[in-house]
């Protein structure tokens, strides 16, 4: 299951890493667009799914959380989640897409939101932290430390747990850290992301109802 690869470690289809999400939102999106915008996005009472190209990510952690929301019909819900974080990413060819069922007229919509595709620089984010529920990538990191207590995270993001925005983590749980990762043909499904900043080149926005996603 592991071998190593240029002083990495390299792991097939190995559930740890994300790409962020982007606001649902036409002004948001042309502001992210234009430049950097400090962001804090999640979509309530719905998953998302996100796929890219490749990730390149510096400062790795990874642990385990509780996310608290709503369903979309208004009943308490819990997910599991497994909270990945980078101190800086830069992800080539991004694709999130969002899909609302049961819409009055129209049935279901979906928003695909695309950026850093060919032709354009890649997304750059900092202080990334995705809740993820599932993911499929391949997968190099470097420096890696598995078995740490999450608390004690040094090479990437801090224990970020807030009860408030309804986000719960045990900073004496189980969480793993890595000084740098890189990873291919991510397939993600994700309930919510934050960051400090998301810089969008080429970024392009299309709605259309149908269950239209990334893949």
């Not at 397939?187 to 080149?201: C, D, N």
Request: proline share 3%; aromatic share 6%; hydrophobic share 40%.
């Amino acid at each position: 299951m592991e071998s190593q690869v240029r002083g990495g470690t390299r792991w097939k289809r190995f559930a740890v890493v994300m790409v962020p999400s982007v606001a649902a939102t036409a002004a948001i999106g042309v502001a992210l667009a234009q430049g950097a915008l400090a962001a804090s996005f999640s979509v309530s009472g719905q998953s998302f799914k996100v796929s890219a190209d490749l990730l390149e990510g510096q400062g790795f952690s990874q642990y385990g959380a509780i996310d608290s929301g709503k369903t979309l019909s208004g009943k308490d819900a819990l997910h599991p989640v497994a909270v990945s974080a980078f101190k800086t990413a830069k992800i080539t060819n991004m694709c999130q897409s969002v899909v609302t069922p049961n819409i009055p007229v129209f049935g279901s919509v979906s928003l695909v939101l695309r950026a850093g595709t060919p032709g354009h620089d890649k997304v750059e984010a900092d202080n990334l932290y995705i809740d993820v529920e599932d993911l499929e990538a391949d997968a190099t990191f470097h420096g890696i430390d598995i078995g740490v207590a999450a608390g004690d995270i040094s090479k990437g993001p801090k224990v970020k747990s807030d009860e408030v925005a309804g986000k719960k983590a045990n900073p004496y749980g189980f969480a793993q850290q890595a000084d740098s990762a890189e990873l291919t043909k991510v397939r993600q499904t994700a309930w919510a992301t934050t960051a400090g900043t998301f810089k969008l080149s080429g970024l392009k926005m299309s709605l259309s109802t149908d269950a239209k996603e990334c893949y």
